[in-house]
């Protein structure tokens, strides 16, 4: 296809929906809405699902009860407010349930193990150095790890992680210069 053409499909093309507009659609009965935010959001959730549960055997089946809860409280969702942030809070949710369940059942909840290769928004690559970040992610605590996960590898804003964990926005910010200085700090002791 010459570059003359792609120009004019493209300016003759809809522009793409957001979220929002994908999701009403959904609720009005359009499947294929559905199967568009499964194509945006499958592979970060997948990411997100296995940076929280650390195991890639059982990501397919969290992004599956992630998306099977969108669709079972589509019409909890309230209008005029952004779906990204509550989607992820369902993904956290489901990983949290996961965990819980696999704790009870005596199945190690390791968050990482450190020769495990992971993939991230943030493109940590499969070196050295992404070793040692994943391991002192892997230190912090919980409530500091979860937002800057959020924020630093998947690029949510300080208010969608507010949103996604259930925190206020100054508390989230708190949570994330903590985190952050924590983490500043163990990785220049380990390169130290």
């Not at 290769?117 to 050295?128: C, G, K, L, T």
């Amino acid at each position: 296809m010459s570059l003359l053409l792609r120009i004019l499909l493209a300016a003759t093309s809809p522009p793409a929906r957001t979220d929002e507009e994908l999701f009403a659609a959904y609720r009005d009965g359009q499947a294929a809405a559905f199967d568009e935010l499964w194509r945006r959001y499958e592979a970060p959730l997948r990411r997100y699902a296995r940076r929280r549960v650390g195991s890639t055997d059982e990501v397919d089946e969290l992004v599956q009860q992630t998306f099977l809860h969108l669709h079972r409280s589509r019409k909890d969702f309230k209008q005029g407010l952004p779906l990204r942030p509550w989607l992820y809070t369902i993904c956290l949710n489901v990983c949290r349930h996961h965990l819980r369940k696999r704790s009870r059942r005596g199945i190690s909840t390791e968050l990482h193990d450190a020769n495990t290769p992971s993939v991230a928004a943030h493109d940590i690559v499969a070196d050295e150095d992404a070793r040692r970040v994943r391991a002192a992610l892997a230190e912090l605590p919980e409530h500091e790890r979860i937002v800057i996960e959020l924020h630093w590898l998947h690029g949510l804003g300080m208010k969608e992680v507010a949103e996604v964990v259930g925190a206020g926005l100054s508390a989230v910010k708190v949570r994330a210069h903590r985190g952050y200085k924590r983490l500043r700090v163990a990785l220049q002791e380990e390169a130290a």
